[in-house]
């Protein structure tokens, strides 16, 4: 490996470790917040810990579309947890999870994975408690058009190439796993850390790097700059085992002084999850609006990126009941072979409470 990249993701990965990291290219300012309207629920509730609740602080992402934005806009998820959402938009999933630590967030929202397993494999007292969304073609490579990279021949087309990534998130470990699949050595290749996923997206378009790796947006800009993608997300699945997922995440001590907060926040957001399938063509405008886009894109349209596991889904095996665990400690593990964190825990299944999903369907 380049020994400038080298050097970069040493420091990147230390700021992590402190919420720093670049996971996310939304957009957002971690400072401004979005309070719900409609703050009746607070009084309504009939359970007196939920109302003793002035607020519920909920970390999200603009620009990051979900059917939950449909009661983001018109207050009703407020109506439906019980307590009133301020929902603070962030940067990226290290700044959550610094916001879980400092007490100055109470649920993180589609968080990524591999921000949340840095902080926990540093001693964060946080928890998975849910999966937000699935979206393995919203994250992804993309390669300039001329240069005519397919999975069969990238091990000698990316010879020399430059490649941009965020760091220290899951786009970066799902470029780390396609390129050793497919026998790619990264002392071939100079890899640039990326700012922002626009910053990406722009270097793509002016020429500045040969492959470009995010998610969301930026995918789509680079895709409609005459680029291709290397493998689908369906493939990186199938052949390598890489599913691309988001999660809900809590303090650990906001869950236990509120359960039935936490409960009914994971309860109203399946609930959204399939108004919005009912009847998606209605929803979308609401949902864009909510996140701050012109529209949903292939997010929720069109090819429709994002998927939502059910609770029932969730509580699977192929989901908290092991994957998420040892997907954990499998991404991290890729970390400490590059020689770029010193160890990794043996368990993450202690990071992972599912009590909240089990109280839903009490």
């Not at 018109?74 to 999870?97: H, Q």
């Not at 722009?202 to 800009?221: K, L, P, R, T, W």
């Amino acid at each position: 490996m380049k020994r400038l990249f080298a050097l970069l993701l040493v420091f990147v990965l230390a700021a992590a470790a402190c919420g720093s990291d670049e996971a996310s290219d939304t957009g957002g300012d971690e400072t401004s917040t979005t309070a719900a309207t409609d703050e009746a629920g607070g009084d309504e509730a009939a359970d007196g810990e939920m109302a003793a609740l002035d607020e519920l602080n909920v970390a999200y992402f603009a620009e990051w579309p979900t059917p939950n934005q449909i009661g983001q806009e018109d207050g009703s998820f407020s109506d439906a947890v019980g307590v009133p959402v301020n929902w603070v938009p962030f940067n990226s999933g290290g700044e959550m999870a610094e916001a879980m630590e400092s007490g100055d967030i109470d649920i993180s929202y589609s968080q990524g994975l591999t921000p949340f397993a840095n902080f926990a494999n540093n001693g964060a007292d946080i928890r998975v408690v849910g999966i937000a969304v699935a979206y393995a073609e919203a994250d992804n490579c993309v390669a300039r058009g001329e240069l005519g990279v397919t999975r069969d021949n990238a091990a000698e087309t990316l010879v020399g190439a430059t490649v941009m990534t965020p760091t220290a998130n899951v786009t970066h470990y799902k470029m780390l796993s396609m390129m050793e699949f497919l026998g790619v050595s990264l002392d071939d290749i100079t890899v640039v850390p990326a700012e922002s996923g626009p910053t990406t997206a722009a270097a793509f378009e002016s020429g500045d790097i040969d492959v470009g790796c995010a998610f969301g947006g930026s995918v789509e800009q680079m895709l409609a700059a005459d680029g291709n993608l290397i493998m689908t997300g369906a493939e990186q699945e199938s052949d390598i085992g890489i599913f691309t997922y988001d999660i809900v995440s809590i303090p650990t001590g906001f869950g236990e002084e509120h359960p039935d907060v936490v409960t009914s926040f994971l309860s109203a957001t399946e609930d959204f999850n399939e108004q919005w399938a009912a009847d998606p063509a209605t929803n979308n405008p609401i949902i864009a609006q909510a996140a701050g886009m012109e529209d949903v894109g292939n997010f929720l349209d069109g090819d429709v990126w994002f998927s939502f596991p059910t609770i029932e889904e969730q509580l699977s095996a192929d989901w908290l009941g092991g994957y998420v665990q040892d997907n954990m400690k499998e991404q991290l593990q890729t970390f400490v072979d590059l020689g770029e964190i010193d160890s990794v825990l043996d368990d993450f299944s202690p990071f992972v409470d599912t009590s909240y999903l089990e109280a839903v369907n009490s």
